[in-house]
C-alpha cells in the first residue's frame, strides 16, 4: 500500500509510535522529502533528501549497490547516517565505493553508509534517518502480508492512532 496525503502535511506523525508498531503487525517506511544542498571536497551540491527508516529498502524493494543502509539501531540513536542513490554516488565521487566518506548537509556533518538503486536516474537522492529531515512525511508505504482481505482499511485503521487519517 503506497500513500500520498491529499493535503500538505504540517505537522509530524508520531514518528516513535509507528516505529513501536513497525515489524509487528506491519512493514512500513515513509519519506520526508526536501531540497537539501550537499557539500564534499569544496563543491557544493543540489540534493533531494529523503528522510526515512530502516525498512525503505526493503518496502520499496529496492538494491543496495555498496554498503548497507541505516539500521534500527542507527536511526534510534539518531546517528547522522546517509545513503547516496546511484545518480549522486557517480556525480560526486565518480564511483560506487564512497562508504565512510563524510560529507555536508546543510551544514551537518553526515557519514555515507552505502549506495541504494532507487530507479531514479534524474535526481540525486540522499536518505537520510527521518529525525534529521527538516520536513514531515509527505508519503507512506506499508507491506501487509498478502492474506489479509482488506488491505487499504487495514492500513488507515493502523495510521489512524498516529495522527494519520484518510486526509
Known sequence: VFAVPRKPVNEAPDYDGLEDK????????????????????????????????????????????AGSFFSQDAQKSKRKLAVMNKKAAFEIFGNLEITNADIQIN??????????DDWDKNNMNIYIPACHSESYANAFAMRISGNNQTPLATAENKFKPFGITDN
Open 107 to 116: 551544514g551537518q556533518t553526515f557519514s555515507v553508509i552505502g549506495v541504494i
Open 22 to 65: 513497525n515489524g509487528t503487525d506491519y512493514l512500513l517506511t515513509y519519506e520526508a522529502m526536501d531540497a537539501g544542498s550537499l557539500k564534499f571536497n569544496h563543491k557544493a551540491y543540489d540534493v533531494i533528501l529523503k528522510g526515512t527508516n530502516y525498512l525503505y529498502p526493503y518496502v520499496m524493494e529496492q538494491r543496495i549497490l
